[in-house]
């Protein structure tokens, strides 16, 4: 007795290995439905993954053009360029990971108010961002200017001095350190002196005396050294180099907290709004499905048309569901069945235990499959 119960449960286990192992017949298959219907349609081939989508067949060409709804693909477009922008920069890519049953095609209504919302939430970000942006660029300027001091104090020369010249034109700014040499001698053959005032990596900070002022030629001799001006501080002419250090330092204060106001901001605006991104998140995913179908959605308006790969066995469940699910009368069609020699594709029935799981950002049209030129309309 225990060793037919054995025996019975070894056929059993063989039995079922050769299921898992031999692919699954698939079909070439058609849906005909009411064009309004098309996100329930491919709402349902998502949940049950049971159809690999493709082009429509080319005898068709001549009775069904392409067709998407134009006003979805707008309003997908924007809402998952605003999604795609913000969870990026806020390193929310991929958090997004949708259940099989909620493969449900959002409508144009849902995802136009998220699109609305995001809109201004990045308008806010951006803006902050250019403020720190114009902050940032004033801080270097700022530490520019402290080594101009130090460096002038330490040569000994009295820049109000200078600058009370009339026949004088200073200018500060950086040079490829490279190019200084050159751009010394060169200038020195025109009676104007360029000082060397420091360095910082490959740049090296400079003063411009013109003597004759900026010339045409002086103004060449700049260009060609890659020389960059930078905007000078009336403090620098002015004031002792103490004075002007204390003036930079004070200034440098302000802007790290204004900076760091800036950052307190966008954080407290991703902490008050991060729901609402993951939230568009899941929208995008679950409308990606239907909008992976334009260019292989066909019709001939009220009718629209689908074709793929289904699998033989899984058609009473599609054809159940499409009933049952679409508001309107679904057609589903298929080949007959196909001969052993009939390179149609295969399937196989235990591809969740060895493919990758998929990606939680995307649909299921961007995962590999045994028909690389394919696409499933799933997740």
Known sequence: MAKSSRDHHRVSLGAFARRMLTPAQMVKAGVFFLADDGPAVVSVLARLRTCQIERGATELKDYLAPYFPDQF??????LRSQYEWLAQRWQLTGATRLDRDQQVVPT????????????????KIEALGQRRKKLEARQGELEHFEEYVRALAELGLDVQALAE???????FGMVPRENLDRLRTSAQLGDDMVLELGTRGDRAHVLVVGAGGITPDLDGLLAKAHFEPLRAERAVFTGSSDAVRQELAEEEATIRSELDDARSEEDDLRREHQTLVQDAGQVVA?????AECDGAMEGRLPVAFLSGWVVREQ????????RREVPNPVALVHEPAASKDDPHPARSRCRRYFSRPPASSRSMA???????????CSR
């Open 73 to 78: 693909r707008e309003v997908y477009r924007q």
């Open 108 to 123: 144009i209504d849902e995802m136009r108010p998220l699109g609305e919302a995001l809109e201004i939430l990045t308008r």
């Open 165 to 171: 010249l009339r026949f004088l034109h200073l200018r």
């Open 286 to 290: 679950r409308a990606t499905v239907f």
């Open 315 to 322: 058609l009473p469940e599609l054809e159940a569901a499409l």
């Open 366 to 376: 961007h995962r590999a499959t045994t028909r690389s030129t394919r696409r499933w």
